[in-house]
């Protein structure tokens, strides 16, 4: 089991920035990989950014330049930092994490972003 627990969001002007935080507890040297995605009103979940054991990221290409994934291993602690946000990013963000074949999700933190 992989526990997560996200931080970070909140509402922010057009052209902002924030930073989520996703910190993992429990067996989590069998992570495959972390990333988050978000959900907005009415929309699929889709992943906007993830990073694999071996640091290889994938962004979508909607945030890509603008939001960055990072990680700290001595904290077991995924970020996303979120640059020159805009309205269409408004959403839950979801914190996930991969221990083929599961997948481990937060409870996800809203992120709103006002023009």
């Known amino acids: 089991q992989v526990q997560l627990v996200e931080s970070g969001g909140g509402l922010v002007q057009a052209g902002g920035s924030l930073r989520l935080s996703c910190a993992a507890s429990g067996i989590i040297t069998g992570i495959n990989s972390m990333g988050w995605y978000r959900q907005a009103p009415g929309k699929q979940r889709e992943l906007v950014a993830a990073?694999?054991?071996?640091?290889?990221?994938n962004y979508a290409d909607s945030v890509k330049g603008r939001f960055t994934i990072s990680r700290d291993n001595a904290k077991n602690t995924v970020y996303l930092q979120m640059n020159s946000l805009k309205p269409e990013d408004t959403a839950v963000f979801y914190c996930n994490a991969r221990v083929w074949p599961t997948n481990y999700w937060g409870q996800g933190t809203q992120v709103t972003v006002s023009s």
């Open positions: 990073m694999t054991s071996g640091g290889t990221t």
